[in-house]
Nanobody
Framework: QVQLVESGGGLVQAGGSLRLSCAAS????????MGWFRQAPGKEREFVAA????????YFANSVKGRFTISRDNAKNTVYLQMNSLKPEDTAVYYC??????????????????WGQGTQVTVSS
């Protein structure tokens, strides 16, 4: 079992930056692949970024590529999402998620086993 707690959301102007953190419980964090998703009102939850167990592989949605980075610190049981050049369309609740699998990094919500409660990111124009 893994419990995930996101933090770092808030209100920022367009062009600004935020860094989200996701702290995980348990001693097996390094065996999980981690992902970030977001959900805007009235829309489906969409993939943002994913990172492999060691942090050596990452994958991003086209909409955030070049603006967002994902990283992890296994010693701190934490995964991060650095968001730069934010746009109003980035406004959403952001969720981190964990999954254990082999093969490619997962990009769909149903592939993930554990979820955090979410943190709100609002980008004003």
């Amino acid at each position: 079992q893994v419990q995930l707690v996101e933090s770092g959301g808030g209100l920022v102007q367009a062009g600004g930056s935020l860094r989200l953190s996701c702290a995980a419980s348990g001693r097996t964090f390094s065996s999980y692949r981690m992902g970030w998703f977001r959900q805007a009102p009235g829309k489906e939850r969409e993939f943002v970024a994913a990172i492999s167990e060691s942090g050596g592989s990452t994958y991003f949605a086209n909409s955030v590529k070049g603006r967002f980075t994902i990283s992890r610190d296994n010693a701190k049981n934490t995964v991060y999402l650095q968001m730069n050049s934010l746009k109003p369309e980035d406004t959403a609740v952001y969720y981190c998620a964990a999954e254990r699998a082999i093969g490619r990094l997962a990009t769909t919500p149903w592939e993930y086993d554990y979820w955090g409660q979410g943190t709100q990111v609002t980008v004003s124009s």
